[in-house]
């Protein structure tokens, strides 16, 4: 998911608008914006996307010079209107929204807790637990609670809560999703990526850390901590795929950590070949980067529809394979008679690269050498990106690299190594890792409370 706020600008729903559009990548399933005026909140929510959800006309009524937004992928409950975010409540204080990126890891455990005082929820996602903490806390006011709960909620969460008059910026202990400040004069702009700073020519002010919280209200911006900042572990997997290219996460370049990753798995599994196709967009920069190792040319023998979304983030496996067919065409001219290494960024269900061969084949390639900027996904995901159990995993099917290869139906199949992911992904290998790779690895920086 995505989420975006602005504090203290007279357009804030404008610019959380156009905040949303530029993070639309990151969740294509339901859209919403809550805005205040000070006294009450103005909110609308719907499915689907940032432009087909807003009008001028809904964005007018929108009012007020504080909003917080939203745009949803599913990894926690379902593909609902219910579910869609910001959530809008009515509580002992007045109106309180939440707008979440993330998996809450102890969902489970804490929404019966919760049950068992007597809350009622009104969603199936684990979100809702957030405003029933802040509700039931002991501490009197929002600007208390909000920053008390905190500690209660474990696993991935960029958060973003307001109240009439005042909004909490939050992020997990282990700075799990990103999260970025910037400033359009006096007003504060929060965003899940940086290209949505840019969006609203806002200015880099600085990332929120992990385990840090910051209230903003007409006395300013308060800051504090819920956690000690040395657990970073930062997810590798919006490095690989997730992010968008044009973003920086924690000082480094989307875009120039994907081409390295492509530089690096060329130096692993070099193979002669006469033309470098990527699966457009997400695996653009790798195949540029490992272009630029093999000293093979990069050419567009892939074209996709840019009226496609993107295929992973559909909820079903139906859904996924008709939005492969849909998106995707190979182009002959490139293509014929040629030995070409297709690189992808990763290979998660196996859906994408098994198509993908097939195209590049129909297209008379002679050879197809598949080439992935990720280690093998084997693990599922419990912070936010939806790789949800291990069956359905591609490289848990089959073992060795051989069969996987086969399976898609290429002549060779390498995927990048988690040293080399680490290389390209991480600051400060010499002392721990930053990042989670718990995906590929299966080391999880948190408790998963599976029980
Ligand atoms: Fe990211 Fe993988 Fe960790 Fe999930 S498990 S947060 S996708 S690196
Ligand atoms: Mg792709």
Same mark, same amino acid.
């Given at each position: 998911c995505g989420v975006f706020g602005v504090f203290n600008h007279p357009q804030a729903a404008d610019l959380t608008y156009y905040g949303l559009h530029a993070l639309q990548h990151r969740g294509q399933e339901s859209a919403g914006i809550v805005a205040s005026n000070g006294k009450t909140f103005k909110h609308h929510r719907g499915m689907g996307l940032v432009t087909q959800v807003f009008t001028r006309n809904i964005l007018d009524g929108l009012k007020g010079n504080m909003a917080i937004g939203h745009v949803r992928y599913s990894t926690s409950g379902e593909s609902l209107l219910q579910n869609a975010q910001p959530l809008v409540f009515k509580y002992i204080e007045g109106d309180l929204a939440v707008a979440h990126n993330g998996n809450l890891v102890n969902a489970r455990i804490e929404r019966n807790v919760l049950q068992q005082q007597g809350s009622i929820f009104? !969603? !199936? $996602? =684990? !979100?809702?637990i957030i405003a029933h903490l802040i509700a039931r806390s002991k501490k009197k006011h929002f600007d208390e609670a909000a920053p008390d709960i905190l500690t209660r909620i474990d696993g991935s969460f960029a958060l973003l809560i307001m109240t009439e008059k005042q909004m909490l910026i939050a992020l997990d202990r282990h700075g799990l999703r990103p999260l970025s400040l910037g400033k359009i004069g006096e007003a504060i702009v929060v965003a899940s990526e940086t290209c949505a700073l840019n969006a609203v020519d806002a200015k880099f002010w600085r990332d929120v850390e992990p385990g840090e919280w910051l209230l903003l209200d007409e006395n300013g911006i308060q800051t504090g901590r819920f956690a000690q900042k040395e657990e970073l572990s930062l997810c590798s997997f919006e490095f690989v795929y997730f992010a968008r290219p044009d973003s920086v996460i924690q000082g480094r370049s989307v875009l120039s950590i994907r081409k390295e990753l492509g530089q690096i798995l060329a130096k692993e599994h070099p193979i002669q070949a006469d033309v470098v196709v990527a699966v457009p967009d997400s695996s653009i920069p790798a195949a540029i980067g490992f272009s630029q190792q093999a000293g093979i040319p990069y050419e567009m023998g892939l074209i996709k %529809?840019? &009226?496609?979304?993107? @295929?992973? *983030?559909?909820? !079903?496996q139906e859904l996924r394979e008709l939005a492969v067919r849909l998106k995707l065409s190979a182009v002959q001219e490139i293509i014929e008679g040629k030995r070409v290494v297709l690189v992808d960024d990763s290979i998660v269900r196996g859906t994408t690269s098994k198509r993908i061969v097939q195209l590049i084949r129909q297209a008379g390639a002679k050879e197809v050498h598949v080439r992935i +900027? +990720?280690?093998?996904?084997?693990n599922p995901c419990f &912070?936010? *990106? =939806?790789?949800? $159990?291990k069956e359905e995993l591609f490289a848990n099917a089959l073992e060795h690299e051989q069969a996987m290869g086969q399976a898609i139906g290429a002549d060779t199949l390498a995927f990048l190594s988690t040293e080399g992911l680490l290389e390209a992904v =991480?600051? %400060?290998?010499?002392? $721990? @890792? $930053?990042?989670? *790779?718990a995906c590929f690895s299966g080391a999880y920086p948190t408790k998963l409370y599976l029980e």
């Open positions: 009104q !969603t !199936t $996602t =684990d !979100t809702e %529809n840019p &009226y496609a979304g993107r @295929s992973f *983030i559909e909820p !079903t +900027s +990720s280690p093998m996904v084997r &912070y936010g *990106i =939806d790789m949800p $159990t =991480d600051v %400060n290998l010499a002392e $721990t @890792s $930053t990042r989670c *790779i």
